[in-house]
């Protein structure tokens, strides 16, 4: 079992900045593989990113690409999201979510996730 809290969330003007984390319940973080995703008011859920046991592989949407950067700390069992250039449409509630399998079909756990608005 794996509990998820995300943090770090807020508002933003258009071309700011902001670190999301989330942080992960029980000694066995390392062995899950991380992502990221969002929801937009009126659509659907969409993949942002993920990160490999290790860190070693990171993945990401075109849309975030160049602009997003996620990492993991394994000794402070966090993962983090660390976003630049935001844009207008980047603004979404941000879930982080852990599965043992990486790039999974669906992720077996979820954050409760943070409200990220951007301004323009």
């Known amino acids: 079992q794996v509990q998820l809290v995300e943090s770090g969330g807020g508002l933003v003007q258009a071309g700011g900045s902001l670190r999301l984390s989330c942080a992960a319940s029980?000694?066995?973080?390392?062995?899950?593989?991380m992502g990221w995703f969002r929801q937009a008011p009126g659509k659907e859920r969409e993949f942002v990113s993920a990160?490999?046991?290790?860190?070693?592989?990171?993945y990401y949407a075109d849309s975030v690409k160049g602009r997003f950067t996620i990492s993991r700390d394994n000794a402070k069992n966090t993962v983090y999201l660390q976003m630049n250039s935001l844009k207008p449409e980047d603004t979404a509630v941000y879930y982080c979510?852990?599965?043992?399998?990486?790039?999974?079909?669906?992720?077996?756990?979820w954050g409760q996730g943070t409200q990220v608005t951007v301004s323009s």
């Open positions: 979510a852990a599965d043992v399998e990486l790039l999974p079909k669906h992720y077996d756990y």
């Open positions: 990160i490999s046991w290790s860190g070693g592989a990171t």
């Open positions: 029980g000694r066995t973080f390392s062995r899950y593989a």
